[in-house]
């Protein structure tokens, strides 16, 4: 497995929690890596709180919270399922098992206080059950704010909108992918408020969250332009499933950048209003990451239009917005140290 990655924005710094293998690693702004803690078998998800205090993770049924100034565990739980997507809320966490059942933590970020006596890493507390699928959830985000909304896709192609914390009420249905979801996002275009997401198929779908409506689709393969052809590789196949999809770049917040699969390119779009008042997604020139990154594990839009990208082996490339819809390599960080070296 590649690894995992989770940003956050704090002020004009980025902190980044990233896990390879059974390694936990943190980094910020200003900063050297820093190592949490190894879990006991290998991570497949995790995440940071907004405050970049706390980060959660998931390997097998094990639910564990790190605190990034002690650097160390705080405790441990066990989910009912095995968790396949999760994401802080506060200092709530909220997880998805394999079941397609969504539960949380509430108050997974406790305050200093709770801690043993003798750092000893305490038991977590118990999961409660929040909203079920009827299949697998693939696809997991929250939309904060005043009115908050759960949003959780599935591998039957379904999109939830449900209200936050009150799960059991559902706002909406966005229906219409031809794919599973893979990534889920939400970014504030020229129509208001506007849910993204992108699926196996290429596909990326910009929807309304009140309604369920469908406002612009489109595939980014067929819009990223050819690479200039190498010799010394050969072609590879077209890149399809939307990986990762990153909401907010740009001073007015109507960019959006996106990874493919097998593709070291970042695609960037404008979310614009056309003529007759709908929203349309603009493509622009693609990002050509440097060298052979390896996949784009998470991409993060900092409040003043800088973009991050996180690949696989922990290489954390920075760029800074020049113009619209540009972006310069301001910064490269290694998260992790590499055997060899």
């Known amino acids: ?20 293998g059974r390694s ?28 970049a205090a706390h980060v959660a993770t998931a390997n097998d049924k094990a639910l564990t919270l790190w605190d990034v100034a002690a650097r160390r565990a705080l405790w441990r739980t066990v989910a009912p399922k095995r968790p396949n997507a999760m994401v802080f809320d506060g200092a709530r966490l909220i997880f998805a098992d394999k079941f397609g059942e969504v539960w949380s933590l509430a108050e997974a970020a406790a305050s200093d206080s709770t801690r043993a006596a003798d750092n000893a890493v305490r038991i977590g507390p118990e999961p409660c059950f929040e909203l079920g699928h009827v299949s697998l959830v693939s696809a997991m985000a929250v939309l904060p704010g005043r009115e908050r909304r759960l949003v959780t896709a599935d591998t039957d192609k379904r999109i939830r909108v449900s209200a936050w914390p009150a799960g ?15 990534a889920l996002a939400f970014a504030h275009g020229p129509l208001g408020e506007v849910l993204l997401s992108g699926g196996e198929d290429g596909a ?74 709908r929203l349309s ?22 409040p003043r239009g800088d973009l991050c990208v996180v690949c696989a082996g922990g290489l954390l490339l920075q760029y800074e917005s020049t113009t619209d819809a540009h972006f310069r390599l301001a910064a490269q960080h290694a998260l992790c140290r590499r055997s060899d070296e």
């Open 24 to 51: 936990v690693r943190f980094w910020r702004t200003g900063g050297a890596a820093a190592e949490l803690g190894s879990a006991d078998s290998a991570i497949t998800i995790i995440a940071l709180d907004s405050s």
């Open 204 to 277: 990326l779908h910009a929807w309304d969250p009140a309604t369920g409506a469908l406002l612009a689709l489109v595939h980014p393969a067929a819009d990223l332009p050819a690479p200039e052809p190498s010799a010394a590789a050969p072609p590879s196949p077209a890149p399809r499933a939307v990986r990762v999809v990153c909401a907010g770049l740009g001073a007015q917040c109507a960019l959006l950048a996106l990874a493919l699969a097998e593709s070291s390119r970042v695609a960037i779009y404008a979310l614009e209003r056309d003529e007759d008042t």
């Open 168 to 182: 059991y009420c559902i706002d909406a249905f966005c229906m219409g992918s031809k794919a599973v979801p893979s």
């Open 281 to 302: 997604l603009r493509a622009h020139a693609p990002l050509d990451l440097p060298g052979e990154p390896g996949a784009v594990l998470e991409l993060h839009a900092t």
């Open 1 to 20: 497995m590649p690894g995992v990655a989770a940003c956050v924005s704090l002020g004009d710094d980025v902190a980044v929690a990233f896990a390879e």
